[in-house]
C-alpha cells in the first residue's frame, strides 16, 4: 500500500485479496465542492423493505437485492466446493480453487454493486437538497432477528455512510437524529402514540390531529422536526427566508 503521510511517502506491504486483486490506496487532502443552493430539505427513514424512504418520493431508494439475485450462483459454487472438498493434509484440485474464486468474485461484485447504488443515491439526494435529516440508525441489532440476511443485503449503514461522506464532499448540511420512538411520533402535531406500532402495521394514525400517513413517511418527517429544519422545505416547496438567504 501507498501512504502519503505529512508529505512523506510511505510504502507497505499488502497481501491481496480474495480475488487475487492488489491496490493501491493513496491518501490525499480531500477538496470540498459546493453545489448551488436549492432551497430544499430532506428527511430520511432506513428500512429494509425500502432502503430509504424520505419525504420526497423521487427519492425513495427501493431495495435492489443484489444479494437475492447472486444467491443462485452462490448456492451452485458452495456446492462445487463441496464435492470437490480436499481430505485433511491433502493439496486443493484445479475445481475447488476455481468454485472458490468464482465465488469470491461473485461477493465482491455483490459489494461492488451495493457499493455503486448507495453513491448514486446520495449524490441525488446531496445534489437535490441544502440540508438532508437522517435517521443515526445502527443496524447491528438487525444482525440478531429474521431480517438479518435482507438487512445485510440492504447495506443500511454502508448508504448512511455514503451520504454522510456526499454531503461532506458538497458542503451539505446533514444531520444525524435519534432514531428513538420515531415511528411513534406524529409528523404534523408531534403528538406521541401509547404503544410502539408492530411491523406489520404499515400505516400511522394520530389520534390527536387524524394525520393519516404511510408509517416510513411519517418517520421521514420527523426527522426534519427533530433536526430543526421546517417541513415546508421538503417536496420541493421552498422554506420561508430562502429567498433572502440566497440574495443575502
Avoid at 428527511?43 to 418520493?57: F, L, Q
Avoid at 480436499?86 to 480453487?97: D, E, N, V
Avoid at 404499515?202 to 433536526?227: E, F, H, I, Q, W
Wanted: charged share 30%.
Amino acid at each position: 500500500m501507498v501512504k502519503a503521510v505529512a508529505g512523506r511517502t510511505v510504502l507497505r506491504a499488502r497481501v491481496p485479496d480474495s480475488v487475487g486483486h492488489w491496490y493501491a490506496s493513496f491518501v490525499v487532502l480531500a477538496r470540498t465542492e459546493p453545489l448551488p443552493a436549492t432551497g430544499r430539505v430532506l428527511g430520511v427513514d432506513w428500512g429494509v423493505k425500502e432502503i430509504s424512504t424520505t419525504t420526497s418520493d423521487a427519492h425513495d431508494l427501493p431495495h435492489p437485492q443484489h444479494g437475492k439475485k447472486a444467491e443462485e450462483k452462490l448456492c451452485r459454487y458452495d456446492r462445487m466446493m463441496a464435492r470437490r472438498r480436499p481430505g485433511k493434509g491433502q493439496a486443493a484440485s484445479k475445481g475447488y480453487r476455481e468454485a472458490k474464486r468464482w465465488r469470491a468474485k461473485t461477493y465482491q461484485k455483490m459489494a461492488r454493486q451495493r457499493q455503486d447504488t448507495a453513491r448514486k443515491w446520495a449524490k441525488k439526494a446531496v445534489r437535490d437538497h441544502d440540508a438532508i435529516a437522517v435517521e443515526d440508525f445502527r443496524p447491528k441489532f438487525l444482525a440478531k432477528t429474521h431480517m438479518a440476511r435482507k438487512a445485510a443485503d440492504a447495506a443500511i449503514g454502508a448508504t448512511k455512510q455514503a451520504l454522510l461522506d456526499m454531503g461532506r464532499k458538497h458542503a451539505r448540511d446533514v444531520r444525524l437524529v435519534h432514531p428513538a420512538h420515531t415511528t411513534m411520533d406524529c409528523g404534523r402535531c408531534g403528538a406521541r402514540a401509547k404503544h410502539a406500532l408492530p411491523l406489520s402495521e404499515r400505516t400511522y394514525t394520530c389520534t390527536a390531529c387524524g394525520l393519516v400517513s404511510p408509517r416510513d413517511k411519517n418517520s421521514a418527517r420527523v426527522m426534519l422536526v427533530r433536526a430543526g429544519l421546517n417541513p415546508a422545505g421538503d417536496e420541493g416547496v421552498r422554506p420561508p427566508g430562502a429567498q433572502l438567504q440566497e440574495a443575502a
